[in-house]
């Protein structure tokens, strides 16, 4: 097998393509032969030592896979040899080969390519979470979300619209809001070039909007929380532009407002069943044409650093997918 070896955690420059001997599962894993792996944010923070999770050197990259089980280790008997799994697992995506927990893998059905079970399971999973769990998002409310041509941000979109919610998307050029607008969204404010307060107060005849779903961070957040609705919710989902924001407490008392955590990993590891039974639902929107995947591009496993280098310019709309 061949993978992107992370020997000193510096930064994306110190990747090496290798040559590694093919594993065998141990007991509750899989060999997975990895047709299409996505990048995701934590992907470039991990090799530059800046993610909470921090495994044991040298290690491959790639949290986010799909392919075809090529082995099947002792225990496991829910899944077979030649099955197309997508599976996120923190680490070895970007290879041809990985070994990973056979608890992590989600069947694919017949009709969902690699491509989008790459791209599917984190910014769904933490989009449905964030959404429909912790902010008990309702038909009818509206919802702003930050961010909006991003990989959890297009998903966001699509499921807020799937609840029957009017959304607010925000981005920052006039093609990212474009994008949102053909995915669903109501209506779009460009805020490198709008006033996010004014263009809410607005767009909701100044009472704002009842869920803001926010990746971002940084200085959008508190303009964003002082439009927020009475008994708004705010879902604190990352931090992708940057700084950590602190926010004034008095704002969530003024407006009877929530500051509400998202941590979809583990809220996986402490619910398993209820985190089940949500991939299932996610399975069947996609199968039902409700939600599916916005790739930017597919690009060749070779080519993983010039990815890495797309998504630090902020040019990237939905997922970038490696291919083998």
Request: glycine fraction near 10%; include cysteine.
């Amino acid at each position: 097998m061949q993978a992107w070896l992370c020997e000193n955690p510096v930064g994306v420059d110190a990747l090496n393509w290798k040559e590694l001997p093919t594993p065998q599962p141990g007991p509750g894993q899989v060999l997975i032969q990895i047709q299409a792996a996505s990048l995701n944010f934590p992907d470039l923070l991990i090799v530059q030592n800046k993610y909470q999770m921090k495994p044991e050197l040298p290690f491959v990259p790639g949290s986010e896979y799909a392919g075809t089980i090529e082995a099947v280790g002792e225990g496991v008997k829910h899944l077979v040899v030649g099955q197309s799994v997508a599976c996120l697992s923190g680490t070895g995506g970007f290879a041809t080969h990985t070994l990973a927990p056979a608890k992590l893998c989600l069947p694919l059905p017949d009709g969902f390519s690699a491509t989008d079970g790459a791209a599917f399971i984190m910014t769904y999973a933490t989009s449905h979470h964030a959404l429909v769990d912790r902010a008990q998002l309702k038909a009818g409310e509206t919802v702003l979300i930050l961010g909006a041509a991003g990989g959890v941000g297009t998903a966001a979109i699509q499921i807020a619209k799937a609840m029957g919610a009017k959304v607010i998307a925000a981005a920052s050029t006039d093609e990212k809001c474009a994008l949102c607008t053909s995915l669903g969204a109501d209506e779009t404010i460009n805020y490198s070039q709008q006033n996010l307060r004014e263009a809410l107060k607005e767009l909701t005849q100044g009472r704002g909007p009842d869920v803001i779903y926010d990746p971002v961070g940084g200085e959008l957040a508190e303009p964003a929380f002082r439009s927020i609705a009475w008994r708004g919710r705010y879902l604190v989902v990352g931090f992708a532009g940057g700084p950590i924001p602190s926010l004034p407490l008095n704002l969530p008392l003024l407006k009877g407002a929530s500051l509400v955590g998202v941590f979809w990993g583990d809220f996986a590891r402490r619910e398993p069943q209820a985190n089940v039974a949500m991939m299932a639902e996610l399975s069947q929107w996609y199968a039902q044409g409700k939600i599916k995947p916005v790739l930017d591009r597919t690009l060749p496993m070779s080519e993983l650093k010039a990815a890495y280098t797309l998504m630090g310019s902020r040019s990237v709309k939905g997922k970038l997918v490696m291919v083998n």
